[in-house]
């Protein structure tokens, strides 16, 4: 028979309780600010532009608020999305802004 000695696995399960704890925080619905979600990082390996106020300068639109934003029709939008992001429509570029905005609030 052989014995087998598995060590470190107070620091793991410390580690999945705090992983708990920030999923718990992360629970619902969050209001994340757009420079926020779409940060420098994001937009430079996703996009032409450096940030969110360049993506929306280079568009030719005035969006100084949410209402000027919904005005935008969604079709034309998409497919200034498409031409100058690595998304093709502006859901899939929230959708993985979101998915990496909630990845390092989890610490990973």
Known sequence: MFEIKFEGFEEVGKQ???L???????DGNQEVPM???????????NSKFLS?????EASGYKIDNLDDFEKIPDNEWDEFIEKNTSF???QDLISAASAEWATKKLGF
């Open 88 to 90: 093709a429509t502006w």
């Open 52 to 56: 969110f106020d360049e993506l929306v």
């Open 35 to 45: 420079s926020e979600l779409l940060e420098p990082g994001f937009m430079a390996r």
């Open 20 to 26: 708990g704890e920030r999923a718990s925080q992360m």
């Open 16 to 18: 999945l309780e705090e």
